[in-house]
């Protein structure tokens, strides 16, 4: 690599783009077990048990807390965690704890990936939808209780819908990051669209290397355009979404996930 | 299934070292960013309508997985240094460019008024009092990129680098608890000791408000 540097350079590059190409021209890579559409339902599936069971723990209590207005002190703690917790590492620490359980019967390596995934998309979901809740304007929660709303319609009929698009924002969030770094499942066994990188690493195989990389930045630019177009569906208040970079993040802030 | 604390006594210069090297990594990836990122917000503020494809490419570095970066990277600069730090980098110039725009725009108008009023330049005006002003949301971008990076840098072990993710990578290579354990929570400290940092610098360059807190 080091004496690249001559005119031969472009026609290197374009050679390793050829080579890029021919991978993903050749029929083998997309059959069986090692082939792309197998490894992208094997990512994509641990995904999404992933931010499902991630929603499923954070949001009904970041709707409660953030309704009776209370709980700011977890969400910005939970947050700090969050941000500072290394995904491969939870992914090295579980993978010999769910060994040791015997939890087997999945495909190796399945569990220490899915529970690091679930920690890494709780924090943004939990953050977001407590913001959206909390922020719904006390005016309009107090006319629809003066209009005699229960407590549980407030939530429905009121909060819920005004705070869509932001809870969406957090499940986005989440969810390219879940798909951005379930790559590294590979690392413990198994198969994802990191396989390629994984494998690629081993052998010394740039090609196999890019390609891989390739795949899981394509899939993760999809999901967060995906998931953008569902958002902006969501928003019923027509007011157009808050323009973005209005106001400085803060620590405490609505969370875009880290994605390795 | 138990933590082998002779393996953490023996291994407190292993510790000390990938700390140095975990730092170093974080530190120059931080700095890099910063300094790139304070370029493009001051042409974005100068040029408004560079605001938004500036924050548009940023935003698309920020999506790409910093893993698929270093695959990206990998065939033109190898196995080094320069692909690690180029990946970290472009990933906290979103984070930082927001912040540092964020928070010279939010600096009120009577401000920069009454600065003009006082004879100042532009130029003045920007270096001495606007971003100043905005160092709360510098500095609070700069705690983001910070935590984000330390994570990140764990990952850097993929493509050759040392730090905390050597521990990790080698721990999940021989399904040994202690050492993976060890490198995930050294990496916690590291990010929480930072961040502690950070607000203690955040406190002793805006002594203003301190002071306004107190009265």
Redesign the interface.
């Known amino acids: ?1 080091g004496d690249a540097v001559e005119p031969a350079e472009g026609g290197v590059v374009i050679d ?1 783009l050829g080579e890029v190409a021919g991978w993903f021209a050749d029929p083998a890579n997309w059959t069986g077990n090692r082939g792309v559409p197998n490894l992208l339902l094997a990512h994509v599936s641990l995904s999404a048990v992933a931010v499902a069971a991630a929603a499923l723990i954070s949001l009904p209590s970041a709707i409660y807390l953030g309704h009776v207005r209370r709980g700011g002190f977890l969400a910005v703690s939970l947050v ?2 969050g ?11 579980m ?3 769910t ?2 359980f015997a939890l087997t019967r999945s495909p190796l390596g399945y569990w220490a990936t899915l529970i690091a995934m679930i920690l890494l998309a709780m924090p943004p979901m939990f953050v977001n939808a407590y913001t959206a809740i909390r922020d719904v304007d006390p005016a309009l929660t107090e006319a629809a209780r003066g209009m005699g709303m229960r407590e549980g319609q407030v939530v429905r009929r009121l909060e819920l819908p005004l705070g869509l698009p932001l809870i969406m924002a957090g499940i986005r969030s989440a969810a ?1 990051a879940v798909v ?2 379930v ?2 499942g590979a ?2 066994g198994y198969g994802t669209l ?1 396989t390629y ?1 994984f494998v ?2 081993a052998q010394g195989d ?1 090609v196999l ?2 390609a ?3 795949l ?2 394509m899939l ?2 999809v999901t ?1 355009l995906g998931l953008g177009w569902v958002e902006r569906r969501t928003d019923q208040t027509h007011h157009g979404r808050r323009r ?8 405490s802030d609505e969370v ?1 996930a ?3 | ?1 138990t933590i082998d604390w002779g393996w953490i006594a023996d291994h407190v210069d292993d510790m000390w070292s990938t700390t140095v090297e975990h730092l170093i990594l974080t530190v120059i990836a931080v700095t890099v960013g910063l300094v790139l990122s304070l370029v493009l917000a001051i042409v974005a503020l100068r040029w408004r309508r560079s ?1 938004a494809p500036i ?1 548009w490419v940023t935003g ?1 570095l ?11 990277l ?5 196995l ?1 240094l320069l692909t690690a730090e180029v990946a970290l980098v472009s990933y906290t110039l979103l ?1 930082l460019i ?2 540092i ?3 010279v725009n ?1 600096v009120p108008a009577h401000v920069i008024e009454a600065s003009r009023g006082m004879g100042m330049t532009d130029r003045r005006i920007f270096l001495g009092v606007q971003l100043p002003l905005a160092l709360p ?1 510098i500095i ?2 700069v ?2 990129a910070a ?2 990076t ?3 840098v ?2 850097t072990v ?1 493509v050759g680098q040392g730090g ?2 050597v521990f ?2 080698r ?2 290579r021989r ?3 202690t050492e ?2 060890v ?2 929570v050294l ?2 400290l590291m ?2 000791a930072v ?1 502690v940092v950070l607000i203690v610098v955040e406190q002793w360059a805006t002594p203003w408000s301190r002071r306004r807190a107190a009265s």
């Open positions: 690599m390793f700090n965690i941000r500072a917790l290394p995904s491969f590492g939870i992914v090295g620490v993978y010999p704890v060994l040791a390219v951005a770094t790559t590294l690392w413990v990191g990188i690629g690493f740039e290397i890019f891989g990389g390739l899981v930045a993760a630019v967060e973005q970079g209005a106001r400085p993040l803060a620590i875009v880290t994605r390795p | 299934m605001y924050t698309v920020y999506t790409i997985p910093s893993l698929a970066l270093f695959t990206f990998v065939p033109v600069f190898g080094s984070i927001r912040n725009v964020a928070g939010g949301a609070a971008g705690r983001i935590v984000t330390i994570g990140l764990t990952l993929l905390y993710g990790i990578l721990g999940i399904q040994f608890l993976a354990l490198g995930t990496s916690v990010a929480v961040d």
